[in-house]
């Protein structure tokens, strides 16, 4: 019997051990790859690590270029509370220098659970070395980039801003963020004990380019600068200033009230303000789109400057009467005159001499019916279903600029045509990537001849002379502009009603000198508190267009 229970005790033992040893082989024999892999991600993590972000840059008056956006270097101070080999004095010595109590950062130590704890971020680069070469054992320093915006709410919804993952939302940031950010590198972090969260391998990050855009830093500055003014008087919901150089398409200023800080973007309830106006927001033009119907019936041969016709106050449209701004009677009037005092039949009578067919063929010519092509992301069109259902009373609205929808910059760049002898260009934002030449995404397109362009310019320089906007001129120059109120449809404002509410749209467009343009300007200003544009837009822009005369130090055409 006691035999018998010594051999099943060997036997009980043998089997046990040839588990044992079965168990291992499979382990470090059959799966030795598969638990060696797993090992060595255990104790080695990788990191992405980021090259610095490249800067972005405006043009100042003499070609010197001025930072809007660059990425300031910053440091975070983080415990290996297993690393940590004097919990008490490193809470002592760390706690003057980064401005902590001793209370707090000694807890953070003795977790004895934890492997990371951050003592503190964003902490200067002064700072950062201080801690970093004290040497304490546990704890250690990681610098990073953090984007900053130095003129705050200058030129915000053009920028754009940078998330928590360093990457571009809205604006430049957004479109050039392959550009600006650079390439990713990777580290090694060996997670030993005693060498935790230490690198042992890097592939090394590259830097991202610097960015120098077209705007003028000085152009823009000024155009906000009027923009806040008119509307601590005007009081309107919110304000655009445009201005581009007609014969390249180059954007010198893209101004818009209100703004934001994106430095705080966070803390921006109302997301919609990210949002830029002059490429996002579709609008109802009203009478700045009068130049496009004329210039299209002058093309084709159907009306000349000088041609005439009789306004009796109205047309009539099935059962839609069309009138003129205040119910007024002009009698008979040229082509020049309809311009000149913003007549709505006159401009209805040009469309009919024109056609429906072919006036929607100029609607597309000039662009009106797909994005610009500008170098910007989200970028907003209509395809204006409604205008395009051939419905007589659309067509006829629109002719007038009611009915069609377009974002200021649409109607912008089918001004350069006018300006331009009949070529449209397509306006850009960003000039260099580095080293590399940028520029326009499309090449310029010849809408209408150089004969009809200039015979509207002469038309738009009778406007400003002799028409609803005298105050444009700028002593001493030629300019070329056109007014617009239009109202505001209940659907624009998101109000699920048919027709027009009592808020108008209210603008300006215009080129100096009318002749040679260097620059075109567009003022738009949403429900400011005035009748008619010609006291709300109009004086913003000849503030704008000769402070950009005297900045460009443009010689006079004449002697004022």
């Known amino acids: 019997m006691k035999d018998w229970r010594i051999l099943l005790s060997f036997a009980f033992l043998f089997a046990f051990g040839a588990a044992i040893t079965g168990r291992l082989a499979?382990?470090?024999?059959?799966?030795?790859?598969?638990?060696?892999?797993?090992?060595?991600?255990?104790?080695?993590?990788?990191?992405?690590?980021?090259?610095?972000?490249?800067?972005?840059?405006?043009?100042?008056?003499?070609?010197?270029?001025?930072?809007?956006?660059?990425?300031?270097?910053?440091?975070?101070?983080?415990?290996?509370?297993?690393?940590?080999?004097?919990?008490?004095?490193?809470?002592?010595?760390?706690?003057?220098?980064?401005?902590?109590?001793?209370?707090?950062?000694?807890s953070r130590a003795l977790r004895e659970n934890s492997l990371f704890e951050v003592l503190k971020k964003d902490i200067p680069a002064d700072t950062a070395f201080l801690v970093e070469n004290l040497k304490l054992p546990g704890v250690y320093v990681e610098?990073?980039?953090?984007?900053?915006?130095?003129?705050?709410?200058?030129?915000?919804?053009?920028?754009?801003?940078?998330?928590?993952?360093?990457?571009?939302?809205y604006g430049v940031e957004e479109a050039y963020n392959r550009e600006l950010a650079g390439k990713e590198g990777f580290v090694r972090l060996a997670?030993?004990?005693?060498?935790?969260?230490?690198?042992?391998?890097?592939?090394?990050?590259?830097?991202?380019?610097?960015?120098?855009?077209?705007?003028?830093?000085?152009?823009?500055?000024?155009?906000?600068?009027?923009?806040?003014?008119?509307?601590?008087?005007?009081?309107?919901?919110?304000?655009?200033?445009?201005?581009?150089?007609?014969?390249?398409?180059?954007?010198?200023?893209?101004?818009?009230?209100?703004?934001?800080?994106?430095?705080?973007?966070?803390?921006?309830?109302?997301?919609?303000?990210f949002q830029n106006p002059i490429t996002q927001g579709l609008f109802e033009p009203g009478s700045i789109f009068k130049p496009i119907t004329m210039a299209s019936a002058i093309e084709e041969g159907r009306v000349l400057p000088t041609t005439t016709y009789m306004d009796t106050g109205r047309v009539q449209i099935g059962g839609a009467s069309i009138e003129n701004y205040d119910q007024r009677m002009w009698g008979e009037r040229t082509m020049t005159e309809v311009l000149e005092y913003s007549i709505n039949t006159g401009a209805v009578f040009a469309e009919r001499q024109l056609g429906n067919k072919s006036f929607l063929s100029y609607i597309e010519r000039f662009g009106f019916l797909r994005p610009t092509g500008i170098d910007l992301p989200g970028e907003a069109f209509s395809e204006n279903r409604e205008f395009r259902?051939?419905?007589?009373?659309?067509?006829?609205?629109?002719?007038?600029?009611?009915?069609?929808e377009m974002t200021p910059l649409q109607i912008a760049r089918a001004f350069t045509a006018l300006a331009n002898n009949g070529v449209m260009t397509t306006p850009y934002v960003a000039e260099l990537a580095g080293d590399r030449a940028l520029g326009p995404q499309e090449d310029p397109q010849r809408v209408i001849s150089a004969k009809t362009a200039s015979q509207i310019t002469s038309m738009l320089v009778s406007v400003t002379e002799h028409g609803y906007a005298k105050s444009a001129r700028v002593p001493g120059y030629y300019v070329a502009g056109k007014t617009g109120t239009a109202q505001i449809s209940y659907s624009a404002l998101g109000i699920p009603k048919a027709g027009y509410s009592e808020k108008t749209n209210q603008s300006f467009i215009g080129y100096a000198p009318a002749f040679n343009p260097r620059f075109l300007v567009l003022i738009k200003l949403q429900n400011p508190e005035t009748n008619t544009a010609e006291y709300s837009a109009v004086p913003i822009f000849q503030n704008l267009a000769k402070y950009i005369i005297d900045y460009y130090e443009i010689p006079p055409d004449y002697e004022p």
């Open 143 to 169: 610098f990073e980039g953090v984007r900053v915006y130095p003129e705050g709410e200058f030129a915000a919804q053009m920028l754009g801003f940078t998330n928590a993952d360093r990457q571009g939302q």
């Open 389 to 404: 259902k051939g419905y007589e009373i659309n067509f006829v609205t629109a002719a007038f600029g009611q009915g069609i």
């Open 191 to 273: 997670a030993n004990p005693g060498t935790y969260l230490r690198p042992s391998g890097l592939s090394e990050p590259e830097d991202g380019q610097d960015l120098v855009l077209t705007i003028d830093y000085n152009i823009q500055r000024e155009a906000e600068r009027l923009l806040g003014a008119a509307r601590e008087d005007l009081n309107f919901e919110s304000g655009s200033a445009l201005v581009v150089e007609p014969s390249s398409g180059k954007v010198l200023a893209m101004a818009t009230v209100p703004s934001f800080d994106p430095n705080q973007y966070g803390k921006v309830s109302d997301l919609s303000v």
């Open 26 to 106: 499979v382990l470090q024999i059959v799966n030795h790859g598969f638990y060696g892999a797993l090992a060595q991600g255990q104790q080695n993590l990788t990191e992405p690590q980021w090259g610095e972000r490249g800067s972005i840059f405006l043009q100042g008056r003499r070609g010197e270029l001025v930072p809007v956006a660059t990425t300031r270097e910053t440091a975070l101070v983080f415990l290996s509370p297993p690393e940590v080999e004097n919990p008490e004095e490193t809470a002592q010595v760390l706690a003057g220098i980064l401005n902590i109590s001793p209370q707090e950062i000694l």
